[in-house]
């Protein structure tokens, strides 16, 4: 089972990025899809999830209104459009994805690689 994301990069203040996260290896159709964030000498932090059907979505305070979750179901590729992009969003960010529909790391049994994203000011 394997959890590809990329689309990470230098990106201006107000700016955008699209991430993406591909799974391979198992059908995830059943699974929830997590996007987590970590910021240098900070935890990691919690910032979107939902269900591969679609019919659930959760984002954190801190992105709501700015980032945005979508799927290709045939791709088995996970999206995170971020807008109005600001320094502090510079992190490294990760997709999950876990049996349950949670905003905790805990549940959440596979894990990508991490793509760098770096806002500038």
């Known amino acids: 089972v394997q959890l590809q994301a990329c689309g990470g990069g230098l990106v201006q203040a107000g700016g955008s990025l699209r991430l993406s996260c591909a799974a391979s290896?198992?059908?995830?159709?059943?699974?929830?899809m997590g996007w987590f964030r970590q910021a240098p000498g900070k935890e990691r932090e919690f910032l979107a999830v939902?269900?591969?059907?679609?019919?659930?979505?959760y984002y954190a305070d801190s992105v709501k209104g700015r980032f945005t979750i979508s799927r290709d179901n045939a791709k088995n590729t996970v999206y995170l459009q971020m807008n109005s992009l600001k320094p502090e969003d510079t992190a490294v960010y990760y997709c999950?994805?876990?049996?349950?529909?949670?905003?905790?790391?805990?549940?959440?049994?596979?894990w990508g690689q991490g793509t760098l994203v770096t806002v500038s000011s």
């Open positions: 999950a994805a876990g049996p349950r529909f949670r905003s905790t790391e805990d549940a959440y049994n596979y």
């Open positions: 290896g198992r059908t995830f159709s059943s699974y929830a």
């Open positions: 939902f269900t591969w059907s679609g019919s659930s979505t």
